[in-house]
C-alpha cells in the first residue's frame, strides 16, 4: 500500500536536499523579481509616462499586475514539479526544464490576455520573459558552479544508486562508468546480480534495503526479458525507489528514440537528430557573434602569442591541418603552431600514448612541442585561430570534435553519425578529459551530444570550458 503524501515527504526530504532547494528557489525568485521591474523600467523609462505618480493604464496598474505575474511565475513553477525532489531536479543543471516551463506560463498570460482584451502591453510580457530567462541562467549556472558542483563532486550531495543487471561483469562496466562520470551526482550504494526476478531474489534486495538507503535502481539490458520486470518497477514504485533502464546494449546509435505507442504496444521509433532549420540559423548567428567577441577582445592575446611563437620558434605562426566537417566535408584547420618545423615528418619517432590503432596521436613528453607550445597547448590557447573557421563556417563555437580524415577512413555507420553537424572549437570531449579519452568515449560523447542537443547545452558546455581549459586536464 502507497505511504502517505506528508510520510514519504519527510522520509524522503532530508536537510541536504531542503538546503539545496532553497538555494534554487530563492535565487529564481529574485531573479524573476528582476524582470519584472526590468519589464517596468522598460515601460516607463522616465516620469513622463506617469500621471499623478501612477502608470498610465485604463483599468489595471502595472506594478500591481506585475506583481501578481512574479507571483504567478513561482508557483507555475514550484507546481510543475521544477523543485520537487528527485535527482533529476536537484543534481542535474535543470535549465531546459525551466526554459520550457516558462514558455508555457507567457503562452498561456498572451493567450488569457488576447482572450479578455486587456489593454496590457505586449512587450512587457515579452522584456519579462526574455531578461527573465537571462536572470535565470545567470543565477542557475553560478549555484551550480559555485555551490552545488562542487558538493556533487565531493560526494556531499549524491543520489544513492543500486545497480541490478544480468551479470556481474555488466555490473563492474557501468559502474566504472558511473565512478569516471561522478558529476553526474551517483554514489553507488549497491550492485546486486539478478538473475532472474523471483521470491528468493527480492528477498535479498529487501535485505540490502534495510542496511543501505536507495534512492535510485538502475537497470542494465536484458532485464527487461524478465517476466516480472513490471512487476519489480511497480515494487520499487511504493518504496519510492526511482527506476532508470538502459533498454539498449549498443551504445548511443546517433538517433532519438521516441515512444510511439501502436495500440498499447510500446513501439521504440528511430528517429533522425537533426537540428531545424531554425535552431540552425540561431546557432549560426549565436556563432558568429561570439566568434566576432572573442576576436574583438582577444585580439592582444592574439598579437602576444603569435609574437612568442615568432620570436621562439620562427615562421610559420599558424599551423593548419585537413579536418572532416559537416557531411564529410573537408576544410582547412587552423590552430597557432606548437610544435617544431615539418613536426609531422618525424612523427614515427614518438610514441603514441594511446593504443597503436588509435588515430588520435598524443604523448604528454612529445619532444617536438616548443616551450611555449607546452604553455600554449596546456590552456588551449593554440585553438584560439579556430575562431576564424567559425567564420567562414567551417566550425561552430560547439560541436563534435574535428575528426582527422585517417579517423573517419575507420569509422562504421555508427561513428558517421558524427558528421551531420559542423565540428566545434569545443564540445563534451573538451569538458571530459580531452587527450585523456580513448576513441570509443570520445565519439560517444559527442553522438550523445548530437541526439541531445539544445542551445542551453551549448552555452553550458562554453561556461564549462572555461573551467576545463584552467584545469589543464588532458591538455597536451
Not at 170 to 184: Q, T, V
Not at 369 to 379: A, W
Amino acid at each position: 500500500m502507497r505511504k502517505p503524501f506528508i510520510q514519504r515527504l519527510k522520509e524522503r526530504a532530508n536537510p541536504q536536499q531542503v538546503v539545496i532547494l532553497a538555494l534554487q528557489l530563492i535565487p529564481d525568485s529574485f531573479a524573476i523579481a528582476f524582470s519584472a521591474i526590468t519589464a517596468y523600467n522598460f515601460r516607463f523609462p522616465d516620469s513622463r509616462d506617469l500621471v499623478d505618480g501612477k502608470p498610465a493604464i485604463a483599468q489595471f496598474e502595472y506594478r500591481g499586475i506585475l506583481t501578481v505575474l512574479v507571483l504567478s511565475w513561482i508557483s507555475f513553477m514550484v507546481a510543475s514539479g521544477i523543485y520537487r525532489f528527485s535527482h533529476s531536479t536537484l543534481v542535474i543543471f535543470n535549465l531546459r526544464m525551466i526554459i520550457k516551463r516558462s514558455f508555457a506560463f507567457f503562452f498561456f498570460l498572451g493567450f488569457l490576455s488576447f482572450i479578455l482584451k486587456a489593454s496590457f502591453s505586449r512587450s512587457v510580457f515579452l522584456v519579462m520573459l526574455a531578461s527573465g530567462l537571462v536572470y535565470l541562467f545567470l543565477v542557475r549556472i553560478s549555484i551550480y558552479a559555485l555551490i552545488l558542483r562542487p558538493l556533487i563532486l565531493k560526494k556531499r550531495v549524491s543520489s544513492n544508486l543500486m545497480i541490478v543487471g544480468r551479470e556481474k561483469k555488466d555490473l563492474e562496466e557501468h559502474s566504472e562508468w558511473l565512478i569516471s562520470n561522478r558529476s553526474l551526482g551517483f554514489t553507488i550504494a549497491s550492485r546486486l546480480v539478478c538473475p532472474a526476478i523471483n521470491s528468493t531474489w527480492i528477498e535479498e534486495f529487501d535485505k540490502l534495503l534495510r542496511y543501505k538507503k536507495i534512492n535510485e535502481v538502475l537497470l542494465l539490458p536484458g532485464m527487461e526479458s524478465d517476466p516480472n520486470f513490471s512487476k519489480f518497477i511497480h515494487y520499487c514504485e511504493d518504496l519510492d525507489i526511482h527506476v532508470n533502464w538502459i533498454p539498449l546494449d549498443s551504445g548511443n546509435l546517433g538517433y532519438w528514440l521516441i515512444p510511439s505507442p501502436q495500440e498499447g504496444i510500446p513501439f521504440l521509433t528511430f528517429e533522425k537528430s537533426e537540428i531545424s532549420v531554425l535552431w540552425r540559423l540561431v546557432k549560426r548567428v549565436f556563432d558568429l557573434v561570439f566568434a566576432i567577441t572573442v576576436m574583438l577582445l582577444l585580439s592582444p592575446v592574439f598579437v602576444a602569442i603569435g609574437i612568442a611563437v615568432l620570436v621562439s620558434s620562427g615562421w610559420p605562426i599558424f599551423y593548419s591541418q585537413k579536418r572532416v566537417g559537416l557531411n564529410g566535408r573537408t576544410f582547412k584547420f587552423y590552430k597557432f603552431r606548437s610544435m617544431v618545423k615539418d613536426a609531422d615528418k618525424i612523427v614515427h619517432e614518438v610514441e603514441n600514448v594511446h593504443a597503436g590503432d588509435h588515430v588520435i596521436f598524443k604523448n604528454k613528453q612529445d619532444p617536438r612541442i616548443t616551450p611555449v607550445g607546452r604553455i600554449l597547448r596546456k590552456y588551449s590557447l593554440d585553438e584560439l585561430p579556430q575562431f576564424l573557421n567559425v567564420l567562414n563556417n567551417s566550425m561552430s563555437v560547439v560541436g563534435p570534435r574535428p575528426a582527422l580524415p585517417s579517423e573517419v577512413s575507420i569509422y562504421n555507420s555508427i561513428y558517421e553519425r558524427r558528421l551531420i553537424a559542423k565540428p566545434g572549437i569545443t564540445g563534451p570531449w573538451q569538458i571530459s578529459g580531452r587527450s585523456d579519452l580513448d576513441l570509443r568515449t570520445s565519439v560517444a560523447l559527442d553522438l550523445n551530444y548530437l541526439i541531445n542537443w539544445s542551445f542551453t547545452r551549448d552555452l553550458w558546455i562554453i561556461v564549462s570550458t572555461v573551467g576545463a581549459v584552467f584545469k589543464g586536464k588532458g591538455a597536451y
